[in-house]
Each structure stands twice: as structure tokens, then as C-alpha cells.
């Protein structure tokens, strides 16, 4: 087990190359599924979660290589069916994926109910919805969920909530339905896009995705591609929101500007200097910064992914700010660990009640939950004394090179073995 051991107090300077998005990357690897020819997936975060999913895919029968640094190329031709037990899947989220995308393919699929962070209930009832309004018969028993179609045909589904994994798991399936299939009340985000233009390129017809509607018109083979996965807007994110918590001045290179505009808008709000430049944002610090409320809400709205470390950032801006969770129910758990550091925290259900306080004292801190662990990095960097972060098991699962990034930056931060 190792720990992340921060010296606060470094104003944060340089530039940050941010990786490809792991929420984009784990659905576009299970798409990968849905072709028996060769699909080489460019900008794969080398992290843990996709080291998970690389290890399921195997696992039935797929042959996945790291081609250069982050290039998989993935040869699924001799998988035959998705039929998993409990274990590997059930270490991360993403591997609902491999639901829609065998449904898709075999018309049949056994995996355990996915894992993921603790944040909240997490059901999947939606993701059921869509694949049984597909024609497929769904069954969850002891933990796995088994879905099996003799054909799947197109049919409209409208979500009840707006959900990132059911718009595209739906997609998923869906691809190889006879006829139309229209999704209503669709999730916006990025790396849903991101999958569609993924399979379309493999040769699906999907149109809409971006729009909370989507038209997916079945096709009866998807051919192997070369596709490159976006950058990761939470990582990006992350940086952007140390930046204006250090006091820094950096630049965050190879990203999409427009997929960052919430982060954005809210950060100028709030003081900060924000210059783009194509495929760059320059983040600085000006004047003092101001208190400001937040609410999580689907994309375009504020991420809850950056919500965590938001409220770090929050905590030692002088004034009353206030941030509602409206996505997971218990996405607050971090709080007890800020107050610990000194921050004056009231958190009654989804919402917390900030106080700024002047300053947060370093000490030994448990990670809960991968953005949390971000939340408690940003929180190390801008601490007096040293930090101490345990469980970064968490982080690793979903930031690439953290420590490295950040000593970049110039921080002082260094992985210790316990
Ligand atoms: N929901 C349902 N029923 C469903 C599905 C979702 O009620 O069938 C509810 C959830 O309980 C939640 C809301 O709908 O309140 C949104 O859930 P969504 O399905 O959009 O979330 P997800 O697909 O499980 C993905 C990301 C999360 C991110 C959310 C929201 C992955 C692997 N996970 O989760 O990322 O917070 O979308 O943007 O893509 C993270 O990266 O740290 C992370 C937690």
C-alpha cells in the first residue's frame, strides 16, 4: 500500500498535458466488442480501471496489446460469449458496459452488477429499461444480471432520469437491432458523443448523440477501426481548480475548451483568469476570489465528478458558499476529512454549507472515493504542513500520473510505500 505524502503551500506553475477521458475510453473499449476485426483505441489513460476492463476482455477471449504508450489495439474475433463471475467486473463501473455491447453482439450476456466509487445507490434499472424495450429478457439473481434476446428489434425508450451509463449502454445494444431505435431524455455528455462517433466510425448509424435525443438505425456489421478517445475533462478539470486554489498560473494543453465551459464560467465568476487557445486553456490567478454556489447537474450543467474538489477550493475562499449535490446521494463523505484539515463545513443531506476559512492544516487523511482523492490532493497543495493521503488505491484508478503531473507543476508531492 502506498500513500501520497504533499507539502502545501507551492503556487502551482507550468503546464499539464491532460490524458484521454476514462469515461470515454471504457465504453469505446467495450464497443470494441461489438467488431470482429481490429480496433486500435489512440489516447487510452493508463490507469487502473482500464487496466480492469483490458484484463476482462481477455478474460473471454479477446486478444488486447498496448500498442505505443497509449494505444490498445483490441482483436475480439474469437470471443464467443460474456459469460464472467464475480471478481474482476465487480471492481469497477465501466464494466456495464460489457452488458450492451455483448447483448449487442451474442444477444446474451452473464456478468455480476457492476462496482465503482461509493457514492450512492447507483441502480441500473434504466440501463434494464432500454435493453428489455430492445426485446431482451432481463433477470438479476444472487448479483448477476443475465439479458438474452433470440433477435432485439428497435423500439423508443425514454429514460426516466437523465443517465450517462444507460444512454449509451442502450446504444450500445441497439446498434445491431432491426430498424430504429430512438432514445428520449438522452444524457449530453462529451463521452457520449465520443462513443457514437466511435461506432459510427466502426460503421453504426447513430445521430443525435449530444442532444437529449438519439437515433440509432440498426446495421448488420461493424467493421474494425482506428479511433482516438477526447481528452479528460474531469482531469482537466481537476488541474484547473488547483490552479485557482495554489494561486497558480498554468496551462492545461490537449484539451476541448467547450467541454470545460461550466468549470469555466464558474472559475471567471469567481475571479480567476481564464484565457483559451485552441486545444489550451491558460488558468491565473488575479485578484482575491470570491465565495460562489454550485449545483451538480447533468452535462452542461457543473460535473458532479468536480464537485469534491470544488469544495476544497470553496473552503478557503473568505464568505458563505454553497454547493448542492443533485447526482449522488453521498458524494459528501470527504467533507469529515476537510474538517479534520480545518475547513468549516456544514453538510445537511446534498447540500454543504461553506464557511471560508483562512487556512486548511495538513494531517493524515483517508481517500473514500476517486474524486474525493483529487479533492484531497487539491486540499494537500494548498494545506500548511504535510498531507498524508491513505487509500490512493481510489485515485489510481482514474488519474493518470497524478504524483508526476503535479511535481511538474511544481508541487511537492511524492508516492510513499508504507
Ligand atoms: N440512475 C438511475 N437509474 C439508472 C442509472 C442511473 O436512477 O439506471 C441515476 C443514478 O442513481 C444517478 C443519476 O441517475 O443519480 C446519474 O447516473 P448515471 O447513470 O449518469 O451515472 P453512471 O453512468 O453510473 C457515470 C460516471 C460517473 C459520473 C456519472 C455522472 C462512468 C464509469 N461513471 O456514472 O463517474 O459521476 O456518470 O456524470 O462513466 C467518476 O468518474 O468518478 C464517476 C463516478
Known sequence: MSKLVIEGGTKL????????????????ISAALLSNEECIIENVPLIQ???????ILIKIGAEVQIVDDNSLLIDSSQVKTCYLENGLSKKIRGSYYLLGAALGRFKEVLIPL???????????????????????????????????????IGSKIYLDVVSVGATINIMLAAVYAKGRTIIENAAKEPHIVDTANFLNTMGANIK?????????????KLKGCTYSVIPDQIEAGTYMIAAAATKGDIIIDNIIPK??????????????????????????????????????LPYPGFPTDLQQPMTVLLSTITGKSQVIESIWENRFRYVDELVNMGANIEVKGREADIQGVEKLEGTIVKVTDLRAGAALIVAGLIADGLTELEDIYHIDRGYEYIENKFM???????????
Open 408 to 418: 511538474n507543476l511544481g508541487a511537492k508531492i511524492k508516492r510513499v510505500k508504507n
Open 208 to 220: 443525435g448523440a449530444g442532444t437529449d435525443i438519439i437515433r440509432i438505425d440498426g446495421v448488420d
Open 49 to 55: 480501471d482500464i487496466n480492469v476492463l483490458k484484463d
Open 259 to 296: 467541454h470545460l465551459e461550466p468549470v469555466t464560467a464558474k472559475l471567471k465568476e469567481m475571479g480567476m483568469g481564464i484565457e483559451e487557445y485552441g486545444d489550451s486553456l491558460r488558468v491565473f490567478y488575479q485578484n482575491k476570489l470570491i465565495p460562489a454556489n454550485i449545483k451538480t
Open 13 to 28: 506553475k507550468g503546464k499539464v498535458n491532460i490524458s484521454g477521458f476514462k469515461n470515454a475510453a471504457l465504453p469505446i
Open 114 to 152: 457492476p462496482g465503482g466509487c461509493d457514492i450512492g445507490v447507483r441502480p441500473i434499472d434504466q440501463h434494464i429499461k432500454g435493453f428489455e424495450a430492445l426485446g431482451a429478457e432481463v433477470i438479476i439473481d444472487h448479483g448477476m444480471v443475465h439479458a438474452k434476446a433470440k433477435e432485439l
